[in-house]
């Protein structure tokens, strides 16, 4: 992807310098949010897995999607002209979650090279907290946990060292909220780690005045949100407007052209061509004949630090649920994108595996604390998992061989309980759906060794 090269001139904000120039650079029209569950959890020993629903659904989106964005792109009649990938162009960017990233590295290595190399070229490295879980539904102590694991995993992947030797970042970096879902002690969370900006929809956000990007303050150091919008996103995740790139454009003409506060779509990675067949090409024409191309790089969403307002996060918020959060713990009677209905069993039903995952969660932190007296669980716990990335990402069985024998049972307790709380678990209203399956298995292994209020006889 093209960096673009232009002398930072100071406006209205006094924003870092290096922050401003990184907001100049990404002049992203469509960001693509790319994520794939750990699809199959089990330990060394055990005979049978925790759970999984792998059944080769990362080899299908791997080979439906995420390949693809690096196939030169054949759109015209006689198959002759070819462009450049889609990963090439300015006005569009991507991210890998942790979670599947390890499978494509292992399984597609010359694809792999060619994501790294387009990931490498991106104004802004965007991280992410290694797998999928609601971080507002968590202890700030377990996200911190997630997002350190997910920082030391990205660098790993990419072969990157985004940290200097005193733990700062060498430039600004980016973080994807899984599902957007948000609140202060997130934000503050984030900060505390060093990271710069995060993605948010406008109505996540209060602020007096529209903007491209607002400044929200935390305890430590300002975090910028980029605000992504919704109506333009809709319509591209609905694919219902996406046959032809400039009947496209004319419909939503007056929001793209906005030079004040020039508009930023995302959506699922997967929309590209796993959701939706040949949205490919309908980026790749309104990208080149609309926007101007490689070449002719249209200015329109160049950002600066005069589109920054100040704003404050509306907590407990995502991009796809406007009910507190209710998805993931079936409060507010929510039914959002329930796959054709949902009845009162399914909404009790999530807020039941909810509250009993939190439960098990609180339980088994604070058997942690007493486990390690005067000791540090936290920092082994977080090598161990990043050590484990790989095998999480391919579904391979997990190693506690380099765990000491005092945290060995409960270190493998944590982490069923993480892979319990994914978002996906609970984001599809049918039964019959295989995520569901996530949350299920984990409370069944869970029950096995522990009530929420500690070990039962025979446990560990």
């Known amino acids: 992807m093209t960096e673009f090269n232009r002398p930072f001139q100071p406006k209205e904000h ?49 080979d439906e999607c995420y390949r693809r964005l690096v196939e030169p792109i054949v759109q015209d009649f006689d198959g002759q002209h070819q462009y450049p990938p889609l990963i090439e162009s300015p006005f569009f960017s991507f991210h890998l979650f942790g979670s599947i990233r390890s499978f494509i590295k292992e399984y597609c290595g010359n694809d792999w090279d060619k994501i790294k190399e387009a990931v490498r070229k ?45 733990g700062k ?21 984030l900060a505390k780690k060093g990271i710069h900006f995060v993605f948010l929809r406008r109505e996540q956000i209060e602020a007096g005045e529209e903007a491209s990007i607002y400044e929200i303050e935390t305890d430590t150091q300002p975090i910028y949100a980029f605000v992504t919008d919704t109506e333009i996103s809709n319509a591209i995740s609905g694919g219902t407007q996406t046959k032809d790139a400039e009947d496209f454009y004319r419909r939503h003409q007056s929001l793209i052209d906005n030079r004040s506060r020039p508009p930023m779509l995302a959506n699922d990675l997967e929309t590209i061509d796993h959701h ?44 796809t649920c406007p009910h507190g959060l209710g998805r ?29 995952l939190r439960s098990y969660l609180d339980n088994v932190v604070n058997r942690l604390h007493v486990a390690a007296g005067e000791r540090n669980w936290q920092m ?49 209203g049918k039964e019959s759906n295989l995520e569901r399956d996530i949350p299920q298995g984990c409370l069944q292994a869970l029950r096995l060794k522990t009530t929420p209020t500690g070990p039962i006889e025979g446990g560990s």
């Open 276 to 319: 939706h067949p040949m949205m490919r090409f309908f980026f790749n024409y309104l990208f080149r004949n609309i926007f101007g191309g490689d070449n002719n790089p249209d200015n329109r969403f160049t950002r600066g630090t005069a589109m920054i307002k100040r704003g404050k996060v509306i907590d407990n918020t995502s991009w």
């Open 328 to 356: 993931w713990t079936g409060e507010n009677g929510c039914q959002c994108h329930a796959g054709g209905g949902i009845d009162d069993h399914t909404i009790k039903d999530r807020k039941d595996h909810y509250m009993l």
């Open 122 to 166: 991106q104004p802004i490295p965007i991280l992410d907290p290694i797998c999928h879980p609601i971080l507002p539904l968590l202890p700030a102590e377990i996200q911190e946990i997630l997002i350190e694991a997910g920082i030391h995993a990205w660098e790993n992947d990419y072969d990157i060292k985004l940290r200097n030797k005193r």
């Open 169 to 189: 970042f060498k430039k600004p970096v980016g973080f994807w909220l899984p599902e957007m879902a948000v609140n202060q002690i997130t934000l503050n969370v």
């Open 380 to 428: 082994p716990f977080t090598r161990w998992l990043v050590e484990q990335h790989k095998n999480l990402s391919c579904g391979w069985r997990i190693s506690l061989a380099s765990v000491d024998a005092s945290f060995q049972s409960l270190f493998k307790e944590l982490l069923i309980n993480i892979a319990g709380l994914q978002s996906c678990g609970w984001y599809f």
């Open 14 to 62: 006094s924003v870092d310098k290096e922050v401003a120039l990184a907001i100049e650079r990404f002049r992203v029209f469509w960001h693509g949010h790319g994520y794939q569950p750990w699809r199959k959890l089990g330990f060394e020993g055990d005979k049978q897995d925790i759970f999984d629903i792998s059944e080769n659904w990362n080899k299908k989106v791997t």
